[in-house]
């Protein structure tokens, strides 16, 4: 009878071990040395070299208090220098105000923000559009003084190296593809026009220079083409009402770079809004991963995950999500920000493949998430030269108000210092969580 027990165990041990294997044999796989993989259970998985890796990053591009971009006057972070000491300001010579008090103590280092990243358990940077100076760009970020400060120079390949291989943070590289107006050419009055030639053939230089300029980059994690180009009309681009022709630049795009670039997946950014969805689906369907901007509230993203998968079977990250530190009822409100973002983070997390089971209700499709943003911007509503609450409407707030300018996972505190960092609570939950 024992026997019989032993080997009947042996038995159940045995198939739960083929199906689990079954359900994770891989069907399909999509990239090189970064890739997707799906298995025959139907879920997503991002590999780096083999191993499983999901995004725990943040939007990063720290903005000095009084620059702004309507005003020409923004710089590309990666450029910051102010001292001329050779070291970058944002990388390495940021301080951290432990007690508040705005300034900054002999008891407080410097810490630099790579290393905040690194300690919160950051993996991930994401780059919204990537400088170059490539000669096959010509003089498309020369049209204005704007673009040529922020992206006419090459991208600081020497930094961006430091963070990989010295902090194990990788970049998504990112480019707008004519929001905005970068890159394309478009006047800021009409926008970009996606059934125009010479505007689709500038985004085309654009996004091959980016590529050339760090396809063999080992900071690299993949190309994120546009920003939520599909809903927003606001930043001068005409995809919202041109789907088809902008989805069909997205199916060049992407094999322009499967062409250019093999070792690396190609990923597009959408607003949380399936619209354009329909149409990668006739005519961009070797797109590798779908990214949604999505802010749906503090329990997470409901239907995203399936309603997307339905249309369009890719792995997804998102590519934006969190609140704001602020209520207009009682001011700073970190709190507020921590729910919200906390939730969020756990429904990625359990959409994810780790957390798939056959009888759950989760997909299994999430590659992870990317928080906006890691540090307030002050030119976002208002002077640049101060911290404005924001009075603009927006009902995903529980207030109703959009509060732009509060978005940090650190602050700059009372604006004294460009360079003084601290801590929302929100930063130690994902220490917790990430590490």
Known sequence: ??????????????????????????????????????????????????????????????????????????????????????????????????????????????????????????????????????????????????????????????????????????????NFLGSWTIGSGASWEKGTDYTNPKHCANIKKSVKAMVLDNKDEPYVLMWLLGNENNIANWSHCNAKSQPEAYAKLIGELTDMIHKLDPEHPVAVCDGDNFNTLRQYAKYSKEIDIIAYNSYRGKYGFGSLWKGSKSILDKPIFISEFGLFAYNSKVGEDEDLQLEYNKKCWQDIVLNSKEQYRSDNNYAGNCIGGVVFDWVDRWYMDGTPYEHNPGTQYWSASPDHLQHEEWFGIVSMGNGSDTLMRQKRKIYDYFKDAWN
């Not at 159940?12 to 090189?32: D, H, M, P, T």
């Open 1 to 174: 009878m024992k026997n019989f027990k032993i080997v009947f165990l042996v038995i159940i041990f045995s198939f739960l071990n083929l199906s689990y294997s079954s359900a994770n044999k891989i069907l399909q796989e999509r990239g090189g040395k970064v890739k997707v993989v799906q298995c025959h259970n139907g879920t997503w998985q991002l590999l780096v070299n083999e191993k499983p890796y999901l995004i725990k990053g943040t939007v990063f591009g720290p903005v000095k208090i009084g620059e702004d971009p309507s005003e020409a006057t923004m710089h590309d972070w990666m450029q910051y220098d102010d001292n001329g000491d050779g070291v970058n300001d944002i990388a390495y010579q940021t301080w951290l105000d432990t007690n508040k008090n705005n300034k900054n103590d002999p008891t407080e280092r410097i810490y630099g923000d790579f290393k905040l990243l690194k300690e919160m358990g950051c993996n991930t940077i994401r780059l919204y559009h990537v400088p170059s100076d490539n000669p096959i760009l010509g003089d498309i970020y020369k049209k204005d003084s704007s673009t040529a400060l922020q992206f006419d120079h090459a991208v600081n390949k020497e930094l961006l190296n430091q963070l990989y291989k010295d902090y194990g943070i990788m970049v998504i590289m990112g």
